[in-house]
């Protein structure tokens, strides 16, 4: 794609997120100051894909790919926050710590199966197996590119960090938290129990 190109894809873009939340707005399903901090972290969002883009332009489809990331990201649960609470100096490497283990990238690949019909599981497959044969340290950044994930979402530079769905985040608070994952076990024991017991 051309500059000119890449320019008249982000007004289209800009003027279909500002068209939509307008009627979001016109029919009372979103409130003004909702909508409005939302467009401010758009175009925000916006400004920094630009400086990514001139760098490396990537293809239409690419680009769209991406701002559904981002925009649908204000759902997701703050790993970088969830990591905080155990180390307020590198949250970041514990989530790497997390992306170290084999079962984690195995949940990830699960997930990303189901839920991700652009998931590219070749590509994992490779990257499962790079780990595992030589010091490759899988970070979010890294498994978002190569495989085209969409349950993970990374923003960098100020006010950034990694963020993730809710059963993605429910499995790094567990890995994070014995205890938690012990009471986890035991209730669905019990719940397996009361079953086999009607």
Same mark, same amino acid.
């Given at each position: 794609?051309?500059?000119?190109?890449?320019?008249?894809?982000?007004?289209?873009?800009? #003027?279909?997120?500002?068209?939509?939340?307008?009627?979001?707005?016109?029919?009372?399903?979103?409130?003004?100051? #909702?909508?409005?901090?939302?467009?401010?972290?758009?175009?925000?969002?916006?400004?920094?894909?630009?400086?990514?883009?001139?760098?490396?332009?990537?293809?239409?489809?690419?680009?769209?790919?991406?701002?559904?990331?981002?925009?649908?990201?204000?759902?997701?649960?703050?790993?970088?926050?969830?990591?905080?609470?155990?180390?307020?100096?590198?949250?970041?490497?514990?989530?790497?710590?997390?992306?170290?283990?084999?079962?984690?990238?195995? #949940?990830?690949?699960?997930?990303?199966?189901?839920?991700?019909?652009?998931?590219?599981?070749?590509?994992?497959?490779?990257?499962?197996?790079?780990?595992?044969?030589?010091?490759?340290?899988?970070?979010?950044?890294?498994?978002?590119?190569?495989?085209?994930?969409?349950?993970?979402?990374?923003?960098?530079?100020?006010?950034?960090?990694?963020?993730?769905?809710p059963e993605i985040a429910a499995d790094f608070r567990l890995w994070l938290n014995p205890a938690?994952?012990?009471?986890?076990?035991?209730?669905?024991?019990?719940?397996?129990?009361?079953?086999?017991?009607?």
């Amino acid at each position: 794609m051309t500059s000119e190109e890449i320019g008249e894809l982000y007004i289209r873009i800009a #003027f279909q997120y500002e068209s939509a939340l307008d009627q979001l707005v016109g029919k009372g399903l979103i409130d003004k100051n #909702f909508a409005d901090k939302h467009k401010k972290a758009f175009y925000d969002s916006l400004d920094e894909e630009k400086l990514r883009t001139a760098q490396k332009i990537r293809s239409h489809t690419e680009i769209m790919r991406r701002y559904v990331r981002s925009m649908i990201s204000g759902n997701m649960v703050s790993l970088t926050e969830i990591a905080r609470q155990y180390t307020e100096d590198s949250p970041g490497y514990v989530i790497q710590s997390w992306m170290r283990s084999r079962n984690t990238l195995e #949940f990830l690949r699960q997930w990303e199966n189901d839920m991700n019909g652009e998931f590219d599981d070749r590509a994992c497959e490779k990257l499962l197996h790079q780990a595992h044969t030589s010091s490759l340290t899988v970070t979010p950044s890294l498994w978002i590119r190569r495989t085209h994930a969409a349950g993970i979402y990374v923003k960098q530079g100020k006010g950034g960090g990694v963020r993730a769905y809710p059963e993605i985040a429910a499995d790094f608070r567990l890995w994070l938290n014995p205890a938690e994952r012990l009471a986890l076990v035991k209730i669905v024991q019990e719940i397996k129990t009361d079953q086999r017991l009607k």
